[in-house]
Nanobody, 122 residues
């Protein structure tokens, strides 16, 4: 089985910074891509940033220039550095990983973390 564990959320004042981490564990051959998503109260889950195995990154317009996604392959960990936070960034942040495993045959499967709360006060 595979598990994604997130950490780093919390309460921060507007203009502050936080760094989220997401670590994958289990029978993993490789991690093809990472993604960070968020869901604010009463809203749908939305994409924040993605990073694939070639290093290609994609950011939502709302976070461009403020957030940075990165990965540490040796640790099976992804990070989301969030700077210049504002109250509109308040949400539960979820990590997602597309993971290659071997279970009788090779497969690529998406997994989700449990979510971590980020609250930005004005």
């Amino acid at each position: 089985q595979v598990q994604l564990v997130e950490s780093g959320g919390g309460l921060v004042q507007a203009g502050g910074s936080l760094r989220l981490s997401c670590t994958a564990s289990g029978s993993i051959i490789s991690i093809n891509a990472w993604g960070w998503y968020r869901q604010a109260p009463g809203k749908q889950r939305e994409l924040v940033a993605t990073l694939d195995s070639s290093g290609t990154v994609h950011y939502a317009d709302a976070v461009k220039g403020r957030f940075t996604i990165s990965r540490d392959n040796a640790r099976n960990t992804a990070y989301l550095q969030m700077n210049s936070l504002n109250p509109e960034d308040t949400a539960v942040y979820y990590c997602n990983a597309n993971i290659r495993r071997y279970i009788g045959s090779y497969s690529n499967t998406n997994y989700w973390g449990q979510g971590t709360q980020v609250t930005v006060s004005s």
